[in-house]
């Protein structure tokens, strides 16, 4: 595997409580990786300690053969990994063309423009909605631009949080055939999901995370059939 992003024994605690204790993962370059577990497990302050929201008490974090751990966001955003936070945070005064604008903080004015004419190319419910107020957007429209704002600095790699969260079935199922194209545009893919079933349908691979700590991985068909992931997480 071509690895692009390499985590080892990271562990993080919240006021002496550790949240996150040995976890270990890949992401291949232009890889889907699955990153499951139930509620508590640690996912989201996994994902947070690899943007640089959250430090490391322990561990390391590589991108691309470059150590990363400890680096703010902003430098982890410059190296080419974008988080999208749970929760569809766009600036919901400004419209989509601006919400897009922002996305792309780090990027010369040209570098913006042709990056927002692509993320059209790739979202185009957004594109007819340019203008539009981002608040006044349906949720998973909005979902769709915090995305899209995330691709806007030209990540090669992006962390996705619970990105169904709250959607209908329908706009749930376009949500994933929109993360297989943007992984077929070769930008790498972490997924946090509580949707299993779909999440590992479209990954490479993944892991399933158990109170702070991986205690299982493997391709995404494998996951599927493992009788372990299809008890805790799929009903059968
Ligand atoms: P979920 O699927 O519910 O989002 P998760 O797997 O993403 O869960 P985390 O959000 O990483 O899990 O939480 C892991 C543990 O850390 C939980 O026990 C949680 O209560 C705790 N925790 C998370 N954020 C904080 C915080 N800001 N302060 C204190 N404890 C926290």
Redesign the pocket.
Known sequence: MDVLLEVSGLAYS??G?A??RDVSFRVGRGEIVALL??????????V?VVAGALRAKSGSVRFDGEALEGQPSHVVVKRGITLVP?GRLVFAQMTVAENLQMGGFTQKAAVVARAAEQCFALFPRLAERRGQLAGSLSGGEQQMLAIARGMMSGPRLMIL??PSLGLAPLRVRELFRLIAAIAEEGVAVLL?E?NVHQSLKIAHRGYV?EK?VVVLGGTGEELLGDDYVRRAFLGR
Do not use: P
């Open positions: 919240y006021s409580v949240a996150v577990g139930a509620n508590g497990a640690g996912k989201s302050t996994t947070k749970e949080d619970e946090v509580q995370m702070g």
